[in-house]
């Protein structure tokens, strides 16, 4: 029997080394670029840092306000939901944190996910399939998850990986489109340049696969904490275990399923198998954790 306390304090180490790789696989593709494209390195350097912090701090604000018009989300008030937004103001009190905004997405397949810059600007989203399938203490579970994500500054994180991949990717192709420019220009070079070329495509290649492999890594990571978070708020595993049960048993995708928010959702939003198994290669790609891995986890918290 894990506490939850021990679980935390051990995905949070996870995160901080994943997040130390990734920071490092970013810098290398700036400064590589700049290389490559003739500048002196540090100058290089400097350059692709002002373009990458104007390029996040524009993502960083406005990456909300995106990710809930993706997911097509309506936010609702105390008025129009008031069982809902009277759960989610408690859990809040609880968990010490403003109350976010809440917002109910029209969709049959029992999902939730959580978003923000910070817990002063957090907002919920849960789907109308999530209210119609779980009993209360089913869904106070679920909202005890998404809420542990605004609490332990989750949704700050996931945002800045989301805007990391996205320069990572942008690096990426500029290094693969100057390797294969230069690849064509090889015969006026004389030739000497043909393993930059190629160190240049393997990175083009190979960065972006893994980025995607480290975000997933520290969404899996970030899953299982907010789990053990929201058993400290409700201080009742079974809650959250149950829902998890129905949403793996519902298995349908969500209409509107998106690759670039899927790692946000509780669950994937592209649907499950129902038994909740997958294979080893599976595990590997997945934005989360095995399904049937965490309810296995929460009926072995010692609460």
Same mark, same amino acid.
């Given at each position: 029997?894990?506490?939850?306390? +021990?679980?935390?304090?051990? +995905?949070?180490? /996870?995160?901080?080394? *994943?997040? #130390? ?7 290398? %593709? ?16 400097? #350059?692709? @840092? ?9 993502? #960083? ?12 989300? $309506? ?27 809440? !917002? ?10 959580? &978003? ?11 789907? &109308?399939?999530? @209210? ?14 998404? %809420?542990?994500?605004? $609490?332990? !500054?989750?949704?700050?994180?996931? &945002? ?6 996205? *320069?990572?990717? %942008?690096?990426? +192709?500029?290094? #693969?489109?100057?390797?294969? @420019? ?11 340049? &043909? ?9 083009? @290649? *190979?960065?972006? %696969? ?35 049960? /129905? ?10 399923? +998106? ?23 599976? $595990? ?11 309810? $296995? /986890? ?6």
């Amino acid at each position: 029997m894990s506490t939850i306390y +021990n679980a935390i304090g051990a +995905n949070k180490r /996870k995160t901080w080394v *994943l997040m #130390f790789f990734f920071s490092v696989l970013a810098v290398l %593709l700036v400064t590589f670029l700049g290389i490559y494209s003739g500048l002196e390195p540090i100058p290089a350097l400097f #350059f692709g @840092l002002v373009i990458s912090i104007v390029y996040a701090l524009i993502s #960083f604000y406005l990456s909300d306000k995106a990710t809930l018009t993706v997911a097509g989300a $309506k936010e609702i008030d105390k008025e129009k939901a008031p069982d809902v937004y009277r759960l989610v103001e408690n859990l809040a009190i609880s968990a010490g944190v403003p109350t976010p905004r809440v !917002y109910i997405i029209d969709d049959p397949s029992p999902n939730a996910f959580a &978003t923000g810059r910070d817990p002063e600007h957090a907002s919920i989203a849960m789907t &109308t399939g999530l @209210l119609s399938t779980l009993n209360k203490q089913e869904l106070e579970g679920v909202l005890a998850h998404e %809420l542990s994500h605004v $609490k332990n !500054y989750d949704i700050r994180l996931m &945002t800045v990986i989301v805007v990391l991949i996205g *320069l990572i990717l %942008l690096v990426s +192709n500029l290094i #693969f489109r100057i390797g294969a @420019l230069r690849g064509n220009n090889r015969g006026k070079d004389g030739g000497g340049a &043909t393993i930059i070329i190629l160190v240049g495509i393997i990175l083009g @290649l *190979l960065s972006p %696969l893994i980025a995607q492999l480290i975000k997933l890594s520290i969404s899996r990571t970030r899953e299982y904490m907010a789990d053990q978070s929201a058993v400290m708020l409700t201080r009742y595993p079974e809650g959250l275990a149950g829902a998890l049960e /129905k949403i793996r048993d519902n298995g349908q995708p969500l209409q509107r399923a +998106n690759h670039a928010t899927a790692h946000l959702y509780i669950a994937n939003p592209f649907g499950s198998k129902k038994s909740g198994e997958v294979s080893f290669f599976q $595990k590997v790609f997945l934005t989360h954790p095995p399904i049937n891995d965490r309810i $296995k /986890k929460l009926r072995g918290l010692d609460v």
